[in-house]
């Protein structure tokens, strides 16, 4: 594996399989890598010739109050952890060479799919995730890209970026990677001390009962997602969403609406907490 920190360098690789009739696959990253990111470094290799993988920690999809200072930066076990995964291209660039130019001015947004679920409390957030992740896809040009689907919004998001904008780029949702509790995985997990480790899986277990009591012929949503937002606040969790929605739009479910997700983001102590499940309602006609 190669490990690189300039746009010149990673378009140089680039060029050069493209070249040679090589696909190449992308998954970007903020580093602190877990099993869940190694799973989407497979799909992209079981899909691509070549892998490149990005570690960035990008700071205008942080709120003034988030945690972007204590983020985690672990370099050099990422590099290990990428070796081992197969990766041909590590692009770990410093907020420099991806801002040039300092304070952007020109940004990337999505209107509608932003306005919902995450992007309700976090004003600007969805912004800087489509700004950065449409100069990643410039400067890397790959064929696919692959995204975790426990960032539900975030996925949707950016596959109509992208439609939009014409990048002739394959976007692929892989599944949430979990651990052998339930738990999906996720570089803010090391945040949780011991009594909130061991709490947390009860925030899948909740949208797994949600997920069944919709199967079971269940329609009125809003009481559902009170009840059980209530539970989640008994046990410990401070919810900031708990909504079912529609898969699509990302807007609160209708009756008549069949692909659905009903999605959560809670806090235990500091560390913020998100998860998703989706389902499809079969209605009678």
Excluded at 236 to 246: K, S
Aim: hydrophobic share 40%; aromatic share 8%.
């Amino acid at each position: 594996m190669q490990t690189v920190h300039t746009v010149s360098q990673v378009r140089e690789y680039v060029r050069g399989w493209h070249q040679k009739g090589l696909s190449v696959g992308f998954v970007p990253t903020m580093g602190n890598l877990h099993d869940g990111h190694i799973s989407l470094i497979k799909e992209a290799r079981a899909r691509c010739d070549v892998v490149v993988v990005s570690i960035f920690v990008n700071p205008t999809q942080f709120g003034p109050n988030e945690d972007f200072d204590r983020y985690p930066r672990t370099l050099d076990a990422d590099a290990a952890a990428l070796v081992d995964a197969g990766t041909d291209l590590l692009f770990a660039p410093s907020v420099d060479e991806m801002y040039p130019l300092g304070q952007n001015q020109t940004w990337v947004d999505v209107d509608g799919l932003g306005d919902h679920l995450c992007g309700a409390s976090r004003e600007g957030h969805f912004r800087g995730v489509t700004t950065v992740v449409s100069k990643l896809f410039n400067i890397v040009q790959p064929d696919v890209a692959v995204f975790g689907e426990k960032d539900f919004q975030q996925l949707a998001i950016l596959r109509r970026m992208s439609e939009e904008l014409l990048f002739p780029i394959k976007i692929v949702g892989a599944s949430t990677s979990r651990e052998s509790d339930g738990l999906a995985r996720s570089s803010r997990n090391g945040f949780l001390n011991e009594s909130e480790r061991t709490l947390a899986p009860q925030l899948y277990k909740t949208l797994q009962q949600l997920k069944a009591d919709i199967e079971a012929g269940e329609s009125d949503y809003q009481e559902l997602e009170s009840r059980y937002r209530d539970s989640l606040e008994q046990a410990g969790f401070q919810v900031d969403y708990l909504t079912v929605a529609n898969a699509r739009s990302l807007a609160p479910a209708s009756a008549d609406d069949s692909d659905l997700v009903v999605a959560v983001a809670a806090k235990l102590g500091n560390t913020r907490l998100i998860d998703n499940v989706s389902l499809a309602v079969v209605r009678d006609r």
